[in-house]
């Protein structure tokens, strides 16, 4: 719970608190005469892994399924450095074709922005 006191001329002091409770946050509003209740939008935290998931896109506002793609990151490079000083030259470059070592960026499908990224390390 957060609290947030205002002092307001006139004698009046209004109270806010700030429940995070679960689907949607709520808000109390007390002042010296009545207590208001208002609930807020919900608050989503959405999670990114290396499959599609279902949002609704902050730019477009559309509800699609992501489309994901994979890029090189820092898994990919750490693999590519222990195959070099394990293997012979060339098989360093393994790590650079096997998605299960690259990032996967996700996007939406309805306005191409990227929308989420989940790095593997």
């Known amino acids: 719970m957060y609290l947030i006191s205002l002092n307001i001329p006139n004698e009046r002091v209004l109270r806010y608190e700030l429940y995070d409770g679960g689907p949607s946050t709520i808000f ?42 994979h890029e090189n990151g820092a898994v990919t490079w750490l693999a590519c450095l222990g195959i070099m000083l394990v293997l012979p030259l060339g098989c360093c470059l393994i790590p650079f074709f096997i998605d299960g070592t690259k990032d996967v960026v996700h996007t939406c499908p309805n306005c191409y922005q990227e929308v989420g990224k989940w790095s593997r390390l």
């Open 28 to 69: 109390r509003i007390t002042s010296k005469q009545q207590t208001i209740y208002v609930q807020g939008p919900p608050i989503i935290i959405q999670i990114f892994r290396d499959t599609p998931v279902r949002i609704q896109c902050q730019y477009c506002q559309a509800e699609v399924f992501t489309a994901t793609h």
